[in-house]
């Protein structure tokens, strides 16, 4: 079975770019998770998405937005980037089930270096 | 406020011992799920085990057990016969469970094992 990928897996931005990062779940994963990982702030949650919908959000501005699309796919992006963005972007699915139990799985990240 | 404790930022243990990695949680919520996860320098993070709050017997997987104390709020991780191969970041996380698939990471531990 594969596992969660994200793409693409290196990315070089100027401050005041926009961009786009792409998270495919393990197949029968319905939900989606963002997290931000910087050597400051460690690991953070970004949002979560569930059937094409934003169900929690971290605190982050606006400009870190995401959507999800009906095949489970989901897409975040980060509109005027600045140089604190630089970090690695992880995405995560589970299977979304009643029970605590249900392990999230991550994908191997997105290295986004902002200059 | 839900928060993970890490207190080791760093650990060295001696290939084939065993090592404990510490983890304290704090929460308000009486039911929550406690996840370990490993990340390699490669970045990608790999699921270990899972605790949940309910549980009446300590999980383990393998080489991993999870040491859980409910009362004083920690979790900490065992990892016996310690291998080359687990030298990496170890984070402690938690979800409540009206927080849908929102983890909570720890600032994570570095193992790093000797030959």
């Known amino acids: 079975k594969a596992g969660v990928t994200q793409t693409p897996r290196y990315l070089i931005k100027t401050r005041g770019q926009q961009v786009t990062l792409s998270c495919s779940p393990i197949s029968g994963h319905r939900s989606v998770s963002w997290y931000q990982q910087t050597p400051g702030q460690g690991l953070q949650f970004l949002f979560e998405y569930f059937s094409e919908t934003q169900r929690n959000k971290g605190n982050f501005p606006g400009r870190f937005s995401g959507r999800q699309f009906s095949n489970s796919r989901s897409e975040m992006n980060v509109s005027t980037l600045e140089l604190g963005d630089s970090a690695l972007y992880l995405c995560a699915s589970r299977r979304e089930t009643s029970g605590l139990t249900d392990t999230q799985y991550f994908g191997p990240g997105t290295r986004l270096t902002v200059l | 406020a839900q928060k993970i404790t890490q207190t080791q930022p760093g650990m060295f243990v001696q290939e084939k011992e065993a090592v404990t990695l510490d983890c304290t949680y704090d929460t308000s919520d009486p039911s929550y799920g406690l996840f370990w996860y490993k990340q390699p320098s490669s970045g990608e993070m790999i699921f270990l085990i899972y605790?949940?709050?309910?549980?009446?017997q300590n999980a383990t997987e393998g080489r991993y057990s999870l040491n859980f104390q409910k009362a004083r709020k920690s979790a900490n991780l065992v990892i016996s016969a310690s291998q080359l191969g687990d030298s990496a970041m170890y984070f402690c996380a938690m979800r409540e469970r009206n927080q849908g698939g929102k983890l909570i990471f720890g600032q994570g531990t570095e193992l790093s094992v000797k030959p």
């Open positions: 605790q949940g709050s309910y549980d009446q």
